[in-house]
């Protein structure tokens, strides 16, 4: 079905167009700036009457005198200002609407008109270290965009693009060789990868002979011998293992068959740089092999090089995005494709892009998004670290989100049994990292804060939570869960604002998928939840008579589940209390 601005934009488009006779004029609806202007305006009038030289309000009240309102949802369309039209809707088309989808659920958010094949890349951690809160950004933003296209009907490829090569790995497997041991003492030496880590970096910035070690593994490493890459397949496997325990603790849909790790490409990478070089497209520069993106200049005008290859033939992180470009490209057949990836890779990716252009291994059907995202801050507002200045290990915080949850929850319901509040603390706690993230537009910085994400008030996973449990119970309470009737009438103003506010739940889900913003959803949602508590707060339901009760549960019904669909789309899952 067709979601309201859908509907509104069809046809005041087709009203506009017919007035001013531009083929490709918009009417611009948007949900209305301020509630006293109806539900939604149209602004797009004033360019069109720009552009065909007729007063703006004049245009206006030709295109309101023109609608044709075939399905009647339009109960008023006025001009306003200098060319606005105002629109508020008919409250029996809202109703309509609403029973339909409380009828059919699934049918809230309709597939999209055009299924694509997108492929979102996305955590994409590097292997020789354990997951650290840098990482709960991009993991959690690609899981929610890829919930939202798999919702529209879009075939997805999740990609995680493991860092799992190079001169660290030399290193790790120096060190693990030097251990010996049966396979379960290893397994318990690198349950701390970190630990791990920063032994074997001690040694190798301390031991001059440690350090020739590693840099001969790494040889040995890139040449092929079995034995150092069987060592290294086991680090990389006990590496995998510890995410794919984040992962799963996250509730993020990634598993081993998304890996796209930067080793997969170790054989295509020559044929990479052959490639450019039979497109003339290598130029030499300081012995390093380069390809001079015409739109990329360095401060004082000059070319700015995008190297390929090192001059000791060494490739780069370059070279294998090229490569995984390709993959997605000509394999995957995408029509868009997503990097999830810290904003201070931009210049990376707009490099490989603009590289990939020029060379054809992208065609121009392909669109190349770089959805990037800013950093996380301590409260001294530098990237958030432990107080030794450590990364603050992933694992680390989950436990402490869910251990602070459970003080809260415990604060809240001392009467619950003790299981069922650790069962309610750790959807709480991990729900609460994962909503502060999302919630934050993702091209800003924000400041890790404990006391906020697990607040029963603002815009937070609690309030959102505690919103639907209250729900919940209320149809609990009601016995038959509303089910009885559907929606009959719209009495109460908050009534009203509460339906059309569920009924909007597409359009905002269309958005996010165009954009890339999942904050906009959070909005959406802590929108509908305060509709909700108004609603609530204001409408007797279960003490009015027959038909008003029933209708006041329908309506609840519909607005639990938007929310609930819209925190699955968030990978936030529901309670029945809290
Ligand atoms: N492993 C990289 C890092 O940790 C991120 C990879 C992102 N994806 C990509 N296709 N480059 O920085």
Redo the contacts with the bound molecule.
């Keep these: 079905m067709e979601n309201c601005k859908e509907y509104l934009s069809r046809v005041l488009g087709a009203a506009l167009r017919g007035c001013c006779g531009l083929a490709d004029a918009e009417p611009n609806v948007i949900g209305a700036s301020r509630p006293e202007f109806g539900d939604y305006q149209a602004n797009g009038v004033m360019a069109a009457a720009g552009r065909c030289g007729r007063k703006p309000r004049e245009l206006a009240t030709a295109v309101v005198a023109a609608l044709a309102d075939r399905e009647g949802w339009i109960a008023s369309a006025e001009v306003a200002g200098p060319g606005f039209i105002n629109i508020r809707l008919d409250d029996r088309a809202l109703l309509a609407r609403g029973n339909e989808a409380l009828a059919q659920p699934r049918a809230l958010i309709p597939p999209a008109r055009k299924r694509q094949k997108v492929v979102v ?1 996305h955590s ?3 292997l020789a270290k354990e997951m650290h809160v840098g990482h709960i950004r991009g993991t959690v933003i690609g899981d929610c965009l890829s919930r939202v296209f798999e919702r529209l009907g879009h075939e997805v490829t999740r990609q995680n ?3 799992d090569w190079g001169t660290q790995f030399g290193m790790l497997i120096a060190h693990l060789r030097g251990r010996g041991g049966d396979s379960g003492a290893l397994e318990a030496e690198l349950a701390d990868l970190e630990g791990f880590y920063r032994d074997a970096k001690n040694r190798f910035d301390s031991e001059p002979e440690f350090a020739a070690r590693a840099r001969a593994s790494v040889v040995k490493l890139q040449s092929g011998d079995p034995e150092y890459l069987a060592a290294w397949r086991r680090f990389i496997d006990e590496s995998l293992r510890h995410c794919q325990r984040i992962y799963q603790r996250l509730d993020v849909g990634l598993t081993l068959a998304d890996l796209d790790a930067e080793s997969r490409y170790n054989d295509d990478l020559a044929g990479i740089i052959r490639e450019l070089d039979e497109k003339g497209l290598l130029r030499e520069s300081e012995g390093a092999r380069c390809v001079f993106p015409p739109e990329f200049h360095g401060k004082d005008g000059e070319p700015l090089p995008v190297i390929v290859q090192k001059s000791d033939g060494g490739y780069l ?1 370059s070279t294998t ?1 090229l490569a ?1 470009v390709k993959l997605r490209a000509f394999e995957l057949k995408a029509d868009r494709s997503l ?1 999830v ?2 904003a201070r ?1 931009s210049l990376h990716f707009q490099q490989v892009f603009a590289v990939a252009r020029m060379a054809g291994m992208a065609p121009e059907t392909l669109s190349l998004e770089h959805i990037a995202y800013g950093t996380i801050m301590g409260q001294d507002g530098k990237p958030y670290k432990t107080r030794t200045g450590d990364a603050v290990k992933l694992a680390d915080l989950l436990d402490e989100a869910v251990a602070r949850a459970l003080t809260l929850v415990t604060g809240k319901n001392p009467g619950l049994e003790e299981g069922e509040r650790r069962r309610i603390a750790e959807t709480v706690g991990i729900a609460a990292v994962k909503y502060a993230d999302l919630s934050k537009n993702r091209m800003s910085d924000y400041v890790f804060d404990w006391a906020t994400m697990l607040s029963f008030e603002g815009n937070t996973a609690p309030y959102l939570l505690y919103a639907c449990t209250r729900i919940k119970s209320l149809l609990r309470r009601s016995g038959d869960g509303g089910r009885s009737g559907g929606m009959a009438r719209l009495a109460a103003p908050e009534e009203r604002a509460l339906l059309l506010k569920a009924l909007q739940l597409p359009e905002v889900v269309d958005v996010v998928a165009r954009e890339c913003y999942p904050n906009l959803l959070c909005n959406y949602l802590f929108e509908l939840a305060g509709a909700f508590m108004r609603f609530y707060e204001s409408c007797p339901i279960l003490t009015a008579e027959a038909e008003t009760r029933d209708s006041r549960l329908a309506l609840a019904r519909l607005a639990e589940e938007a929310l609930e669909q819209g925190l699955g789309l968030l990978g936030i899952g529901t309670l029945e209390r809290m």
């Design positions: 890349d994409s951690p590097n693009h493991v860092g992180y995005d995984a990097y990836v810290d890779q």
